[in-house]
Structures are given as C-alpha cells and as structure tokens.
C-alpha cells in the first residue's frame, strides 16, 4: 500500500479495492499503466509548431545606391532545417515591400531547431553590371534569429546583412513575428 496516503485515504482505497474484486497491489498497478498511458497519448497528440508572420522588408535594393537594378521583384527564403525551405510569393518594388503573410513550421523536437534563417532574394534578371546568378536569383540580405520560448512570442525589425565583394554590409531590415505552440494533432 502506498505509504504517503492518509489513513481515511488508505481506507477509502481499500474498500474501493474489494468492490472492484482487485488487490491494493493490482490496483496501483492499474492505475500507474493509466496514467504512463495518457502522458504517452498526450505526447503523441501533440506537436510543437512555429507560426510565422513575415510582414514587410525596407531599405531593399535602394534606388540610389542600386540605380542598375531593372527587375525589382523579391521572395522571402525562410527555414528553421536546411532541407525543409518555404518562399513567400513574389512581391514588387524597392526599397520598401509587403508580403504579410503568415506560415506555419512544424518542429522536429529530436533536431535542433534554436534559430530562423531568413534571405531576402531579387527574382529575375537584376541589371547589366550586376547579372546575378544563372537561375535569376541574387541574395539581397539574410538574417539568423533566436526562436521565442514555447508558448512565447516574438515580433521585431531584424537587420539584413548583404554579402559585397569586400565582405559582409548591413542593409535592410526584415519585420517579422513568430510564435511558438503546441498543435494538437486530431
């Protein structure tokens, strides 16, 4: 019998026992399988996701320190595992854009998942000094940001840094928030 019971707890489960026609032993056991079995059912019937809301970039390819660039079309590249990237749709213009769209990552707890990685991409032929690369796409800025905590939200304006011949230059910003959750898997 467990022993951090009270006595009127102790007898209470004793006639409980004997109405059911189970021994105190087989009863305990009983009700230790219950319980690992729901917290295994709990673990299974939920996930954990991350919900992102990517708004709007700005200082983007600027007109006056980029005036060759002709197509001023941009996707967001964002992903938490490498192998698993998701694109926003295309949206148009400099330096400023919009995408405000929101998006939904499912997270492996058995991988490291800590950080967002976002890059900004120009889509399209860019200009005649600058032809980028032989799939049209040319990196315009990225971005490595902490994850919130579970159940914890993030929002902010998150610098850009631009790969330059010479090295790395910090330009634009990224506006974007996340969140953490459980998704109860029905």
């Known amino acids: 019998m467990n022993t951090d ?10 006639n409980l026992c004997k109405k059911r026609g189970r021994s105190d032993k087989d009863m305990t056991k009983t009700t230790m399988n219950r319980r690992k079995n729901k917290g295994i ?3 299974r019937d939920s996930r954990t996701g991350l ?7 700005e200082g983007i390819d600027n007109p006056s320190s980029y005036p060759s660039v002709i197509n001023r079309n941009y996707r967001v590249l964002f ?14 213009g ?5 995408w405000n769209k929101k998006y939904c990552i499912e997270l492996d707890e ?18 005649d000094s600058d032809p980028g690369t032989s799939n049209g796409l040319r990196l315009v800025g990225r971005a490595k940001i902490a994850l919130p905590n579970l159940s914890g939200k993030t929002q902010g304006r ?3 840094v631009r790969l330059e011949e010479d090295g790395y230059k910090a330009e ?13 898997q029905s």
């Open 5 to 14: 019971m009270t006595e009127p707890q102790k007898k209470h489960r004793t």
């Open 41 to 43: 059912a709990k673990e």
């Open 51 to 57: 919900v992102i809301s990517i708004h709007h970039a």
């Open 79 to 92: 992903w938490v595992y490498p192998d698993d990237q998701l694109a926003t749709e295309l949206a148009s």
């Open 94 to 98: 400099s330096p400023n854009l919009a």
């Open 110 to 127: 058995a991988r490291d998942c800590r950080f967002l990685y976002v890059e900004v991409l120009r889509c399209g032929s860019s200009s």
């Open 158 to 160: 998150y610098g850009l």
């Open 172 to 184: 634009g910003h990224i506006i974007l928030s996340m969140e953490l959750m459980k998704i109860d």
